[in-house]
């Protein structure tokens, strides 16, 4: 490719508009442009590691046996009723009406979808297993895209659906998926760890997620410094501490702790570390007749964070969590946010394992602008449940048994999940087992995300002056850069053979024919990430020599013209 032919829309100067390296260089580098709020165009250069992304998931999902289908972007509202998603899905799920009034969503996942074609085409168990995948694009109304293509609201994914008559057999294929994910995220270069995860809104019970190890990732992953083990915090469970509660002291008295609204604040008036001071905090129990919410109150180590995927799962409390608003709060304590606690309260408590082995410590009083010292549960707090809702903190032990947690932050580039039976049974898609009673199928599903897969990638391989791609979804392999190609036909000359001979290699080149300052194209070549450039100028060619770079540690060297292609050739391992 001559770039006189190609879009080379690299910009100078950094948008404003990018917090992350990955979206900055995305756009630097001319691979894409906003068009709405999370909404994207990939230009030449993006499409271009855009295809051979897809290409290699294409091809570690074809050696799986896995079917490649097309399904539409458009799904009938109805299908989502059946699965009972249609309401519980949320204001994520963009729906819509055509002319005739048929409701209608954009596809987030396709679950329903792709169980109605189960239902309708597999006719026999003996077409099980079966796995159906896709590469096509989603659309999710995210409450904040953000970070480029990290989380947009329209992104390409990879989704595989698969069906099953028996456990081991879902097993297997969740294997393979996750051997076949270990593969595509190795070819793309990433370093990546698969994690124990939480199965959201998707549902079923058991699932991983593949996290790109990066500090702009917005999950946090915790692993075991003395185990295989690694869990998205949402899921790490925080044990009970190995020691024993303290013994009570004195009686607890009230202390006036004027306009402390936090728990900090409250320490620091009270004179306490704050993990002597408990943080209590009040959420929506279940829904009552008249439309108002029973209140929870939470209470936690004042160090210690809130873990809501934990507390959604505790039956009894509203999903999604919410706190109670003030007024709730106000109505049900008399009191404010900052002063609340579990002395009095008159609702269900639920304390963490940490809290459970606090003694003699403050709480809120339940009373504006006062705390109460010296508390102690059953003593002063008769009825509670203790239970594991707070997250995981760096130097945990882990849950397993073995080692020390440590903390890092991810970006979630794919997931997997054991489903079960919960869309085929809502949507009736079954087969007949050997006896001939119907069953329904059991299932499992995996995505990856693809256009966010590459955006992580670029935030593990940059450097100030651009991106470094891994050689295998290079935009290009090589460039050629000619140094005032006009004003010296040798020059010319040397390019346009190299140009040639690496084409008819069958690599994939770039020429920068511009002639444009030198400085400009090789800044180009190198934001875009090339990983081989070759520069090709009067001076050197007349000692018969052209210069290399290698992009990722910016090694040069001479070589000689005349075999330059064969040098180059095998630093390609051609
Ligand atoms: P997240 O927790 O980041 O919102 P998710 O768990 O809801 O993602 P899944 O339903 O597991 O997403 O979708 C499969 C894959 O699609 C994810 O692992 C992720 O890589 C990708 N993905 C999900 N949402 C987005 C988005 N808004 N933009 C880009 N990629 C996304
Ligand atoms: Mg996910």
Known sequence: MRT??????????????????????????????????????????????????????????????????????????DLWKESGRYTKYGPELCRFK???????????????????????????????????????????????????????RE????????????????????QDMYDAYSRVFTRMGLEFRPVEADTGSIGGNHSHEFQALA???????AWSDGSQYAANIEMAEALAPAYDRGAPGEAYSEVATPGCHTVDEAAASLGLDSKKVLK?????????????????????????????????????????????????????????????????????????????????????????????????????????????????????????GQGTLHLRKGIEVGQVFMLGTKYSEAMKATVKDENGKDIP??????????????AAVIEQHHDDRGIIWPEEIAPFKVAIVAIKPTKSEPVRLAAEKLYADLQKAGVEVIYDDRDERPGVMFADMELMGVPHIVTIGDKSLANGKIEYKLRKTGDKEELDADSALDAILAKLGK
């Open 441 to 454: 199928m059991i299932m499992g599903c995996y995505g990856i995300g693809v256009t966010r897969a590459i």
């Open 155 to 174: 992104f390409l994914m990879k989704d595989a659906y698969s069906f099953h008559t028996t456990h081991e057999s879902l097993e297997k294929t969740y």
């Open 280 to 400: 209590s905090l009040i959420v929506h129990g279940p829904k009552k007749e008249d439309g108002s919410y029973e209140l929870v109150m939470f209470c936690l180590c004042g160090n210690h964070e809130l873990n809501e995927v934990k507390a959604i799962k505790i039956p009894g409390i509203d999903d999604p969590l919410e706190m109670a608003t003030e007024e709730e709060i106000q109505a049900f304590t008399g009191a404010h946010t900052g002063s609340l606690g579990p002395v009095g309260f008159k609702g269900r408590i639920i304390i963490d394992r940490t809290a459970d082995r606090m003694s003699n410590f403050a709480c809120g009083a339940n009373k504006t602008g006062f705390h109460l010292v010296n508390v102690n549960w059953d003593r002063d707090v008769p009825s509670y449940e203790v239970m594991d809702i707070r997250n995981v903190e760096e130097g945990d032990p882990s849950p397993d």
């Open 98 to 152: 055509d002319r005739k009034e048929n409701e209608f969503a954009l596809g987030p996942t396709h679950e329903e979808v792709v169980t109605d074609i189960a239902r309708r085409e597999v006719k026999s168990a003996r077409q099980l297993p079966l796995c159906l995948y896709q590469i096509q694009n989603k659309f999710r109304d995210e409450i904040r895209p953000r970070f480029g293509v990290m989380r947009g």
């Open 4 to 77: 006189s032919q190609f879009l080379i829309s690299t910009l100078k100067e950094d948008p404003k508009e990018a917090a992350v390296e990955s979206h900055r260089l995305m756009l630097r580098a001319g691979m894409i442009r906003q068009i709405a709020s999370g909404v994207y165009t990939w230009l030449p250069t993006g499409m271009r590691v855009l295809s051979k992304v897809s290409r290699i998931v294409r091809e570690e999902m074809d050696k799986t046996g896995a079917l490649e289908i097309a399904m539409p972007m458009v799904q009938p509202a």
């Open 215 to 221: 500090d702009a990732g917005e999950d946090v992953i």
